[in-house]
């Protein structure tokens, strides 16, 4: 009985050793891969530091000026709505002004003057810049 015993013990030992030696490996080819990547990171770096400028190159400063232009003429449109807004604002409120007082002029019952039922020159005056 202790040959079955001993000879699951040496299997799971075996078993065992044989996944240490996996994980090993396998970490020790991330380690590679890791290091390489690296080392290949910093010489990408460094060569287009030490590159004279390349069409094919990405140019930073002009993107920003760019995008700085763009950022600049949309300022400008959303002020440019900004002014138009408050001046169709202006304009309706205008309208509605204008309409109000026609309708006070039109549809308010006219004062008559006490002689022979005529305006008086105050009146006329007052309802002619009424209408302007």
Do not use: C, H
Not at 8 to 34: D, F, P, T, Y
Not at 87 to 109: C, G, M, S, W, Y
């Amino acid at each position: 009985m202790t040959k079955k015993k001993g000879g699951k013990v040496a299997k799971k030992e075996e078993e065992r050793k044989k996944k240490l030696i996996m994980w090993i490996g396998i970490s020790l080819v991330m380690v590679l891969i890791l290091v390489g990547w690296i080392f290949n990171t910093k010489n990408v770096f460094n060569q287009s530091k030490n590159n004279s400028p390349n069409p094919d190159q990405f140019e930073w400063s002009r993107i920003k000026n760019e995008l700085s232009q763009v950022i600049n003429k949309t300022k400008e449109n959303i002020n440019q709505l900004k002014e138009d807004s408050i001046v169709q604002e202006a304009r309706n409120e205008l309208q509605t002004t204008d309409q109000k007082n026609k309708d006070e002029i039109f549809f308010k019952p006219l004062p008559l003057a006490e002689d022979n039922n005529e305006f008086s020159e105050e009146e006329i005056l007052e309802l002619k810049n009424k209408l302007e």
